[in-house]
């Protein structure tokens, strides 16, 4: 009767003693705090409030990660008036099945126990993780307001360093490291692009680069007779940001390409006495195999070279060779040692292991991405094929989603501090400075992510 009265008061409420505190429970749980913690369960529960309860220690553990957020061992152990040691048994049995994840979730300045590194590890219920994930992410979105695009484009000057120009060989080195892959006009990298990011930069310094092995290029596109796409990659990374390469269907290219696999790097000269014919065509066909991305050179000097033609004033002019060459089959564009691109970047790299590459490739040049950013990269699969990897890093918490940019889409992704920075522009309209790009410049969005800012006299529109 008295059970009965207190129930109707308390709702089915017990009052238990854990160590010098008293604790309400329900009353269904007395069975599972005796046989967890050795606590006498109240008088007068009913017989069907006490039977026996298996892993009576791991439920009131999960029962306590899923109404806390990332807590220690010690802070259950403490709650429960028990030793540290069978909590942690129970913190192990829980996140074997899945149902605790262990990790550093919280801010180092709410953890206590910073000295011992296992002590720093805190454990959350994962059906709580995934929500506070998810509502972070949705307070994260909320704080982001789109910025205009001429925003976007001052951003992008100062995100690629274009206001401070950089020097020597390391200075180009951390422009290739941020630009690999973008496939740009042979022309506007030597007489725009690079020029605008290093100061005094002298076509010279790409060769010494090549053949100290740090960097490689690739011909993704030919222009005309005398200009073509390239590409620039760092050595280290070029084989996850390769492109795949088209089939090879003419017979003399494929007998250059089979000699450069047997026999390595070879002068022009060379693949002219082992393949045979008429020296032009045999050039021609090597220059097809460059715009098809299978060889390479160890140097940019060919690239240079045909660009500047046969004639000797544009070499003279342009800086080109110091010396008057003694070799017989001297061609416009056969300078240099070729070779098969594949057999200098290294080994083949996974679907999955590309995209991801190229995804953190575009974050590193752009610093936001969005669907006309990966459009106008010309990158297989398109925004489709790059958008579950920013989703799946966006989870991870490495980018951020959000509307950044007016216009482009509600799916752009953000590197870390990118977006503050975006938002930080303040572009001057009546600023009388002005920045001069070439209008291929990966710096440079109007024609490619951004459509041209419209006039009022189409005229002088650009």
């Not at 009767?1 to 129930?7: F, G, I, P, T, V």
């Not at 390391?170 to 030597?190: C, F, K, N, T």
Request: hydrophobic share 40%; aromatic share 6%; proline share 5%.
């Amino acid at each position: 009767h008295e059970y009965r009265h207190r129930s109707s008061q308390e709702g089915a409420r017990s009052r238990i003693r854990i160590g010098d505190q008293v604790r309400f429970i329900a009353a269904e749980d007395g069975g599972r705090y005796r046989d967890a913690l050795g606590v006498v369960p109240p008088l007068g529960l009913p017989e069907a409030f006490l039977g026996s309860v298996t892993d009576a220690l791991a439920d009131l553990v999960a029962r306590y990660a899923r109404t806390h957020g990332p807590f220690h061992a010690e802070d259950v152990a403490s709650r429960l008036g028990t030793g540290i040691g069978p909590i942690r048994t129970a913190l192990a049995q829980l996140s074997a099945a899945n149902r605790l994840l262990e990790g550093e979730f919280l801010p180092r300045s709410l953890v206590r126990h910073a000295h011992d590194a296992t002590q720093r590890r805190e454990s959350c219920d994962s059906g709580l993780l995934k929500t506070l994930k998810r509502r972070s992410l949705a307070a994260l979105r909320k704080h982001v307001e789109p910025v205009e695009q001429q925003a976007f484009a001052s951003f992008l000057v100062q995100w690629q360093q274009l206001n401070r120009k950089r020097r020597g060989l390391d200075g180009l080195l951390d422009v290739i490291e941020q630009l690999q892959g973008a496939a740009l006009p042979a022309s506007d990298w030597h007489r725009r692009i690079l020029p605008a990011r290093i100061e005094q930069f002298q076509p010279a310094m790409l060769d010494e680069l090549c053949v100290a092995g740090e960097i490689l290029w690739l011909g993704r596109e030919s222009l005309g007779p005398s200009d073509g796409r390239v590409a620039l990659y760092l050595t280290d990374t070029a084989a996850q940001l390769l492109p795949d390469l088209p089939e090879i269907d003419d017979e003399l290219e494929r007998q250059i390409e089979s000699l450069l696999a047997d026999r390595g790097a070879l002068l022009f000269d060379e693949l002219v006495q082992a393949v045979g014919g008429f020296p032009n065509d045999l050039l021609d066909a090597l220059w097809r195999l460059v715009w098809a991305g299978h060889v390479t050179n160890d140097t940019l000097a060919p690239l240079r070279s045909l660009l500047a033609g046969a004639e000797k004033s544009n070499s003279k002019r342009r800086g080109g060779s110091r010396f008057r060459s003694r070799r017989r089959t001297r061609l416009p564009g056969s300078e240099g040692r070729w070779s098969l691109l594949r057999s200098r970047s290294g080994a083949a790299v996974s679907a999955t292991e590309r995209q991801t590459a190229t995804a953190m490739q575009l974050l590193e040049r752009y610093g936001v991405v969005t669907r006309e950013i990966v459009a106008s990269e010309g990158i297989a699969g398109r925004f489709a094929g790059m958008y579950p990897i920013y989703k799946a890093m966006e989870e991870a918490g490495r980018v951020r989603r959000g509307y950044f940019i007016a216009g482009q889409g509600a799916a752009q992704f953000a590197a870390p501090g990118a977006e503050d920075r975006l938002r930080d522009q303040q572009p001057e309209a009546d600023s009388d400075q002005a920045l001069v790009l070439a209008a291929t410049d990966p710096a440079n969005p109007y024609g490619a992510a951004l459509k041209w800012p419209e006039t009022a006299d189409e005229a002088s529109r650009p």
